[in-house]
Structure formats: C-alpha cells, structure tokens
C-alpha cells in the first residue's frame, strides 16, 4: 500500500540561488518574515547581497519555494550559517531539519559553525540544540534593530 503524502517522505530540491532570483527571494521574504524573530526584511539590495556574498539555497518540492537556507565559509575553516527559513504553512514538517542536515553535510570539513537566532524562537532553538549546537553568548541589539539574539555554535575536530 503506498504512503499517504503526509506519511512519504517530502522531496526537498536545495536549488542555488543566482543574482537572477534577487526578486524570488524577497517575495519569500514579505512573505514569511517577522522582522522581530527573524531580522529586518530584505530589500532588492540586501537580498542581491545575501545571494552574492553567501551559498544560498531555495528549498523546493516541485516548482514551489518552502524555504530558503545560505551558509558562509571563512578561510578559517568556519561557517556562519547566514540564512534558514522555512514558510510558514509548511512548517513541523521536518524542512529546517533537512536544511541544517544539508549545510551539515556540505560543510561537514568545518572546523566551527556558527549562526545566531532570537532567543524566543524556541522551535529553531530546540532544533539547533538537537544537532549539537551549544549557545555561546546572548547578545543585545545584535543586527541593529533592539533585538536580543542568542549565538550558538558547533565545533568539532576538522576531518
């Protein structure tokens, strides 16, 4: 008997994003984005910039966008995970696991990743705590916008 779509497994594509898909992601953007939780919304320019200065993914089943994710590799060896967003109605679905479980493995050589989140966006902090992530620092006003953001990390030897 074959699984109900709830019950197969979600088909997730990580397409990269170029500077062509600058308006896709800020339509993403106004459209999944809570400002206090998630930072200021993107504009054309920021979005061209997240899209150009890191590796950035559209997370999608078929033609539609669920989510959006983008690392950062630094000549250290370390990664700053810049980006994870998944839109709302197709959340606890497992797609922010998929995400972090992807950059994971693309960065699996990473002697350190890091990334931040606000302090109440308690799903994505259990998430991260889940995969080995340890808070670092909480920080105060951490983009400028009077918002509190925890830092966490995850450090392991270098393969």
């Known amino acids: 008997m074959p699984l109900s779509e709830k019950e197969a497994p979600m088909q ?52 539609v966008v669920l989510g959006t994710v983008a690392y950062r590799a630094a000549s250290d060896h370390s990664v700053y995970v810049s980006n994870v967003a998944v839109d709302p109605k197709y959340r606890r679905q497992g797609i922010a696991r998929a ?8 960065c699996k050589g990473a002697t350190r990743i890091d990334l931040v989140t606000h302090p109440e966006n308690e799903s994505a902090n259990q998430l991260y705590i889940s995969l080995g992530f340890k808070v670092e620092s909480r920080q105060g006003n951490y983009f400028g916008d009077g918002e509190p953001r925890l830092v966490l990390s995850l450090t392991w030897p270098r393969l």
């Open 99 to 106: 995400a972090m479980s992807f950059i994971l493995e693309k």
């Open 12 to 63: 997730l594509a990580f397409k990269p994003a170029t500077v062509y898909d600058v308006e896709t992601l800020v339509a993403f953007e106004r459209n999944v984005a809570d400002p206090r939780i998630y930072g200021p919304t993107l504009d054309i320019q920021g979005a061209r910039q997240e899209i150009t200065k890191n590796t950035f993914y559209f997370i999608k089943k078929g033609d």
